[in-house]
């Protein structure tokens, strides 16, 4: 059974960190760009970062970008998104996901629909004092 599986959601105070992983089980990641979507409550969802196949490219959308690094080890069949300096509103469920037609991350983060490609069943983190 081919899946992905989020872990090392959680609570943490702001501006503390927290680092997801995204593991794959049943099919190899590394000929796949792989992106961290999240869904606060009440919002759209939203894309956060995506990286390349490869792990030459990164893309970061702008609330995220200077506090969140997205990186792969596909020995490991893993991505990694560290998290840093939280805020509250970083609070959501985060997801990875994969579309099998996209080694590059384009335009993933404002194009791929929730009934697409591979998803997570996503880990919560919430940003609180």
């Known amino acids: 059974q081919s899946q992905l599986v989020e872990s090392g959601g959680g609570l943490v105070q702001p501006g503390g960190s927290l680092t997801l992983s995204c593991a794959a089980s049943?099919?190899?990641?590394?000929?796949?760009?792989v992106a961290w979507f999240r869904q606060a409550p009440g919002k759209e969802r939203e894309g956060a970062s995506c990286?390349?196949?490869?792990?030459?490219?990164?893309v970061y959308t702008a609330s995220v970008k200077g506090r969140f690094t997205i990186s792969r080890d596909n020995a490991k069949n893993t991505v990694y998104l560290q998290m840093s300096d939280l805020k509250p509103e970083d609070t959501a469920v985060y997801y990875c996901a994969l579309d099998r037609r996209r080694a590059a991350c384009g335009t993933i983060l404002d194009d791929m629909g929730p009934t697409s490609g591979y998803w997570g069943q996503g880990t919560q983190v919430t940003v609180s004092s």
């Open positions: 049943g099919f190899t990641l590394d000929a796949y760009a």
């Open positions: 990286i390349s196949s490869s792990g030459r490219s990164t």
